[in-house]
């Protein structure tokens, strides 16, 4: 394979984030135990680091990279970036967490960087299998972070349950790849496309191609999370320890996002007539059961896995709206929701200490009379979960659904408010534990919040996800160049 300079320049920021990583776990080595702030911190410069460079790559054309195997355009870099800020946020969420329960070891920051890299590859693949080494680079490192907590039998349940299920997942992903590639004869996604374009008469190779992408859309549904490859979200949500709860319920879903516009979008766009029902129907499903079982939860952890459930569903009816501003909003939603969950599950973070996961929503009763600035942080991430205005979490929905009414869907968007209506009961039992619920007698008293850089990111979150809410023209405009 030939390449040049400038083919090594566009994949400076893997690049980048490679050498990081791999200084990170070398310094981990000789560092002693009390000072293992340093592997902390050298971690969040491999991101900001990481994510300078691909600012200062930013503007140029789309190109095609190692025999078109790799692309670099305006869409990869938008999501990267914003994958590696969320990122920086997550592991800010999670350094007293992992201290309190001596988690805080090299492991964790280096399978979050190399989760983050398989991403950062999936995002920029023009090829299947480019495309398919990204996310199994950004799995297995997801499967590892679960189990990293050995000595509890919660964790290791997760991690087992999450790695046969994601094997299947990936098994039913690569056989629909083959399937694709055994009927057109390659596995660059623009040839493919090309080749779908023009064999649109061919009976016996339209089956073949349709067998293919049920079995692609299978495995798309599971990394997604969606009904009904859902069955692993509540179990690893709830059995991973918090730290890695919150680092896989934010930022893959961006690269989930960016998994089914290289797939779909970009490499099956000619079968759109084929792919649109079977994502209405993922859509409607996830929408439906998430926030319904979600009612049912008395764990926060659980109820949250249930709601990304439902979130899924409406950054679904974005995409199979198949107009470019429906890819727009359905951008914006991953991205917006990514912030959001992290938000919610660092409150989590916050809150436990030693001994205690604050994860029953008993735990979060009367916490407005103790912590006033956090239980406003709180009320400000569940509404924008909710879709409440002035949050940005309205916006999204509202721009989802105006794409949905635009292709003639009036129905489909009419049952998604319904099912959103449901989903604000349990956000708002959330809020009324909290500004109206005396403290449970005997529950675990709560140490004050002083200024630490978990509440410091958690207000900094919540105040983004507001101000987004108010002003959101502006990464909205984002979401329009970049996939313009």
Same mark, same amino acid.
């Given at each position: 394979?030939?390449?040049?300079?400038?083919?090594?320049?566009?994949?400076?920021?893997?690049?980048?984030?490679?050498?990081?990583?791999?200084?990170?776990?070398?310094?981990?080595?000789?560092?002693?135990?009390?000072?293992?702030?340093?592997?902390?911190?050298?971690?969040?410069?491999?991101?900001?680091?990481?994510?300078?460079?691909?600012?200062?790559?930013?503007?140029?054309?789309?190109?095609?990279?190692?025999?078109?195997?790799?692309?670099?355009?305006?869409?990869?870099?938008?999501?990267?970036?914003?994958?590696?800020?969320?990122?920086?946020?997550?592991?800010?969420?999670?350094?007293?967490?992992?201290?309190?329960?001596?988690?805080?070891?090299?492991?964790?920051?280096?399978?979050?960087?190399?989760?983050?890299?398989?991403?950062?590859?999936?995002?920029?693949?023009?090829?299947?299998?480019?495309?398919?080494?990204?996310?199994?680079?950004?799995?297995?490192?997801?499967?590892?972070?679960?189990?990293?907590?050995?000595?509890?039998?919660?964790?290791?349940?997760?991690?087992?349950?999450?790695?046969?299920?994601?094997?299947?997942? $990936? *098994?039913?992903?690569?056989? &629909?790849?083959?399937? +694709?590639?055994?009927?057109?004869? %390659?596995?660059?996604?623009? #040839?493919? /496309?090309?080749?779908?374009?023009?064999?649109?008469?061919?009976?016996?190779?339209?089956?073949?191609?349709?067998?293919?992408?049920?079995?692609?859309?299978?495995?798309?549904?599971?990394?997604?999370?969606?009904?009904?490859?859902?069955?692993?979200?509540?179990?690893?949500?709830?059995?991973?320890?918090?730290?890695?709860?919150?680092?896989?319920?934010?930022?893959?879903?961006?690269?989930?996002?960016?998994?089914?516009?290289?797939?779909?979008?970009?490499?099956?766009?000619?079968?759109?007539?084929?792919?649109?029902?079977?994502?209405?129907?993922?859509?409607?499903?996830?929408?439906?059961?998430?926030?319904?079982?979600?009612?049912?939860?008395?764990?926060?952890?659980?109820?949250?896995?249930? $709601? *990304?459930?439902?979130?899924? &569903?409406?950054?679904? +009816?974005?995409?199979?709206?198949? %107009?470019?501003?429906?890819? #727009?909003? /359905?951008?914006?939603?991953?991205?917006?929701?990514?912030?959001?969950?992290?938000?919610?599950?660092?409150?989590?973070?916050?809150?436990?200490?030693?001994?205690?996961?604050?994860?029953?929503?008993?735990?979060?009763?009367?916490?407005?009379?103790?912590?006033?600035?956090?239980?406003?942080?709180?009320?400000?991430?569940?509404?924008?979960?909710?879709?409440?205005?002035?949050?940005?979490?309205?916006?999204?929905?509202?721009?989802?659904?105006?794409?949905?009414?635009?292709?003639?869907?009036?129905?489909?968007?009419?049952?998604?408010?319904?099912?959103?209506?449901?989903?604000?009961?349990?956000?708002?039992?959330?809020?009324?534990?909290?500004?109206?619920?005396?403290?449970?007698?005997?529950?675990?008293?709560?140490?004050?919040?002083?200024?630490?850089?978990?509440?410091?990111?958690?207000?900094?979150?919540?105040?983004?996800?507001?101000?987004?809410?108010?002003?959101?023209?502006?990464?909205?405009?984002?979401?329009?160049?970049?996939?313009?």
């Amino acid at each position: 394979m030939k390449f040049d300079v400038a083919e090594l320049t566009a994949v400076a920021p893997e690049l980048t984030l490679l050498t990081l990583a791999c200084l990170v776990l070398l310094v981990d080595l000789f560092v002693k135990e009390e000072s293992r702030i340093i592997t902390g911190l050298l971690t969040l410069g491999s991101l900001l680091i990481t994510a300078a460079v691909v600012a200062a790559g930013m503007g140029g054309e789309s190109q095609l990279l190692f025999s078109e195997s790799v692309i670099r355009d305006p869409m990869g870099d938008v999501l990267k970036i914003a994958i590696l800020l969320i990122t920086t946020m997550v592991f800010l969420y999670s350094g007293d967490y992992q201290k309190d329960r001596g988690l805080y070891r090299g492991e964790y920051f280096v399978l979050g960087l190399f989760g983050v890299l398989g991403m950062m590859i999936l995002i920029a693949a023009h090829s299947f299998l480019t495309l398919y080494l990204g996310l199994e680079l950004m799995s297995l490192s997801m499967y590892a972070m679960v189990a990293l907590q050995r000595d509890e039998a919660r964790a290791s349940e997760a991690a087992m349950k999450y790695f046969v299920l994601g094997a299947l997942a $990936s *098994g039913m992903l690569l056989y &629909g790849i083959s399937m +694709l590639y055994g009927a057109t004869g %390659t596995l660059n996604i623009s #040839e493919v /496309a090309h080749f779908i374009q023009g064999q649109k008469e061919n009976a016996d190779l339209n089956l073949v191609l349709v067998f293919g992408l049920v079995f692609v859309v299978s495995g798309i549904a599971f990394k997604l999370g969606a009904v009904p490859f859902h069955m692993w979200v509540p179990d690893v949500y709830q059995g991973a320890p918090t730290s890695v709860t919150t680092y896989i319920a934010s930022v893959p879903k961006i690269a989930a996002f960016a998994l089914v516009m290289r797939l779909l979008v970009d490499g099956l766009n000619g079968m759109v007539a084929d792919w649109q029902p079977m994502l209405m129907i993922l859509a409607l499903l996830s929408m439906a059961l998430g926030n319904l079982i979600a009612i049912a939860q008395t764990n926060l952890k659980r109820m949250l896995a249930y $709601s *990304g459930i439902s979130h899924i &569903g409406f950054l679904l +009816l974005g995409v199979l709206s198949a %107009t470019e501003a429906g890819y #727009e909003s /359905a951008m914006f939603y991953a991205i917006t929701y990514a912030l959001t969950s992290a938000g919610g599950f660092g409150m989590i973070l916050l809150m436990s200490r030693k001994g205690f996961e604050a994860e029953e929503l008993s735990d979060y009763k009367g916490l407005a009379k103790r912590h006033p600035w956090y239980a406003l942080m709180m009320l400000i991430l569940l509404f924008s979960m909710a879709g409440v205005p002035p949050t940005v979490g309205f916006y999204a929905k509202l721009a989802v659904l105006q794409q949905v009414i635009s292709v003639g869907m009036v129905w489909l968007a009419i049952a998604a408010v319904a099912f959103s209506v449901i989903g604000a009961f349990y956000y708002l039992r959330v809020i009324k534990m909290i500004y109206f619920d005396p403290e449970e007698e005997g529950s675990q008293p709560l140490q004050q919040f002083d200024l630490n850089p978990v509440g410091i990111t958690l207000s900094l979150n919540a105040i983004v996800v507001l101000l987004l809410g108010i002003f959101p023209a502006q990464l909205m405009l984002i979401c329009q160049s970049a996939i313009g």
